[in-house]
Each structure stands twice: as structure tokens, then as C-alpha cells.
């Protein structure tokens, strides 16, 4: 086999997956949420995935919010494919979960339907320090702009709001869980917030 053809079939084998990908991501623009949710399931951690999947998880959320919402909620603990940039350590927006977990990122655009939904999560949860309940509590961030000192008092009234102690209590873990977001300035409101 002369050089020229090995090095044919070395480009062919490096294109063929980003060529499949390309068109599955196509797919994507125009399919339904069930399609979306089946690509999520199935695809592997290939780095010509990444921006697929964030279309995916998009796709998913522009569906009506009761049928969206508890789909992204399902998905909290899933870490996109990096890219091959961020696999050299190069990334572009950070390594934050709304960057690197697609769902937490949707469910902060989705507003108060999601917000209801992860706040109504959260007591599901046994293991407070779990990745699900960290991207909750992230995306409820997002959806409060930032603004941990709102996010502790709406997780401690609905904490009071609550209908047995098992709940509340994990909202009142969950609403002290936000203060590792506070900076040294908003420290003091977010610790009489918890109060």
C-alpha cells in the first residue's frame, strides 16, 4: 500500500465520525424531543459530539415546559462530551455547570415552570451533596439572575411551606448549600437570609 493511499484512508477514518455526527446533528434541528432524548441516551463521549448535544438538550426545552422540564430534570447529572479544546484544556466559557451540564443551563432559561419543578426536586433527593441537587440548585440560580440571597429565602419559605420534616429539612440544607455562592460582600444578607 503506497503512502499516499494509507494516508487516504487515515483522513477518510478521521472524517467518517465527524461526517455521521454532522448529519445526526442535522437531524436534530428538525426532530422532536423524543429524538433528542434518544441522541442524548445513546451517544458516546466523542468530542465531535459536544455541540450536538447542547442542541439536543435545546431541543428538549423548546417543548411545551410540562413535558420539557421533568425530561431536563431526569438529565441534571449529565456531563456533556467535551471538545477537542477543551480536552487540550482550552475552555471557552468556563467550566461551570450551566457550560458543562446542558440540562442546568436549559432549566435556568425555562424561568418559575422550572423553578417550581426543581424546588419540588430537591426534597426528592436523599443525598443532599449529590450532582443532581448541586445542578439544581445552580439552575435556580440562573433562573434568580444570580441573586443567592433570593434563592436562600425562596428555599427557606418553602421550606416552612413544606408538608412533612423530611422535606423541609432538605430545603433547609439545600437553602445553606447556597452559600458557597456567596461572595465576601453578600456573605453577611446570605447568612440572615438563613435564619
Known amino acids: 500500500m503506497s503512502n499516499s493511499v494509507k494516508l487516504l484512508a487515515v483522513l477518510i477514518g478521521c472524517l467518517l465520525p ?5 448529519q445526526e446533528c442535522r437531524s436534530l434541528a428538525s426532530g422532536s424531543a423524543t429524538v433528542a432524548t434518544e441522541y442524548i441516551e445513546h451517544t458516546d463521549d466523542n468530542p465531535d459530539a459536544a455541540s450536538c448535544v ?16 421533568p425530561v431536563l430534570i431526569n438529565f441534571l447529572s449529565y456531563k456533556r ?43 426528592s433527593k436523599e443525598d443532599s451533596n449529590s450532582l443532581e441537587i448541586e445542578n439544581a440548585l445552580y439552575a435556580i440560580l440562573l433562573i434568580h439572575h444570580g441573586n443567592v440571597v433570593g434563592v436562600i429565602q425562596r ?26 455562592w456567596c461572595d465576601d460582600r453578600s456573605r453577611p444578607e446570605c447568612e440572615r437570609a438563613l435564619r
Open 54 to 69: 447542547k442542541l439536543a438538550f435545546h431541543q428538549i426545552a423548546v417543548g411545551p415546559p410540562a413535558e420539557s422540564i
Open 18 to 22: 465527524s461526517e455521521v455526527i454532522s
Open 155 to 180: 428555599l427557606r419559605a418553602e421550606a416552612e411551606n413544606s408538608d412533612g420534616p423530611t422535606a423541609r429539612n432538605r430545603l433547609k440544607v439545600a437553602a445553606r448549600t447556597m452559600l458557597r
Open 81 to 123: 462530551p467535551l471538545n477537542k479544546g477543551e480536552r487540550s484544556g482550552i475552555f471557552m466559557h468556563g467550566k461551570g455547570p450551566s457550560e458543562l451540564y446542558p440540562a442546568v443551563h436549559e432549566l435556568g432559561g425555562l424561568g418559575p415552570d422550572a423553578e417550581v419543578a426543581l424546588i419540588g426536586f430537591i426534597p
